[in-house]
């Protein structure tokens, strides 16, 4: 991996930073495990 350039993005925490196929910079929120139901007597 080679950094090209600082472009002073702030990052949020909980999301993912990504290159789109436009060369643009993009963000996706991180998926997380969910809560684990319980089991229904």
Known sequence: ???VLK???K???GYLYFI???GDISRAKMA???KKK???R
């Open 11 to 13: 990052k949020e925490k």
């Open 1 to 3: 991996m080679e950094k």
């Open 7 to 9: 472009c002073g993005v």
């Open 20 to 22: 789109d196929k436009h």
């Open 38 to 40: 319980k089991k229904k």
């Open 32 to 34: 997380r495990g969910g």
